[in-house]
T-cell receptor, first 110, second 114 residues
């Protein structure tokens, strides 16, 4: 089955700096890669996703890149703000089986 | 807000008991997936329901079972509860038939097994 590894487990940045979170996956059949943000006491919230026929996608301060050959994808957050502080999860899916990474706790210091 | 609702929000059970958790999917969605999220970990896929049938299952024992109803809402049942079943249980809805696999999560049910 799919195995998703996520790094780093914790990340602390100064407000205004960029943050990068990286994930690798094992199953070449995976074709959908979402990123979720989870705040304390809440369910995961989708922030951006990318499909296997696209190499990069951007939405305002958030961007995701995908390298299918190397089986890795990354989340980039620019101009970080304190409200970006949360746990971020990457996931890989082959339609009905979504596997998550272990999460990255991002802290943005004002 | 995603429009996905779950009940109850919190639950305390004792070892050996049975529990039923409920999920109402987002309007227009016909697929519900269930996940178990232990403290400090990522969600683990339990199973998915599409058109009232199981459509994929993760590595969970048969005492984890589910149902999907004609209105696409769903239940997760866990029998013979164990201490390790303590976790946040999340459901996510999507629209599989439309080829849109994006999943939207509810707020979860926090289960504590004593």
């Amino acid at each position: 089955g799919e195995n998703v590894e996520q790094h780093p487990s914790t990340l602390s940045v100064q407000e205004g700096d960029s943050a990068v979170i990286k994930c690798t996956y094992s199953d070449s059949a995976s074709n959908y890669f979402p990123w979720y943000k989870q705040e304390l006491g809440k369910g995961p919230q989708l922030i951006i996703d990318i499909r296997s026929n696209v190499g990069e996608k951007k939405d305002q301060r958030i961007a995701v890149t995908l390298n299918k050959t190397a089986k890795h994808f990354s989340l980039h957050i620019t101009e970080t703000q304190p409200e970006d502080s949360a746990v971020y999860f990457c996931a890989a899916s082959d339609n009905n089986d979504m596997r998550f990474g272990a999460g990255t706790r991002l802290t943005v210091k004002p | 807000e995603t429009g996905v609702t779950q009940s109850p929000t919190h639950l305390i059970k004792t070892r050996g008991q049975q529990v039923t958790l409920r999920c109402s999917s987002q309007s227009g969605h016909n697929t519900v997936s269930w996940y178990q999220q232990a403290l400090g970990q990522g969600p683990q896929f339990i199973f998915q329901y599409y058109r009232e049938e199981e459509n994929g299952r993760g590595n969970f024992p048969p005492r984890f079972s589910g149902l999907q109803f004609p209105n696409y809402s769903s239940e997760l049942n866990v029998n013979a509860l164990e201490l390790d079943d303590s976790a946040l249980y999340l459901c996510a809805s999507s629209s599989l038939a439309a080829g849109e696999e994006t999943q939207y999560f509810g707020p979860g049910t926090r289960l504590l097994v004593l």
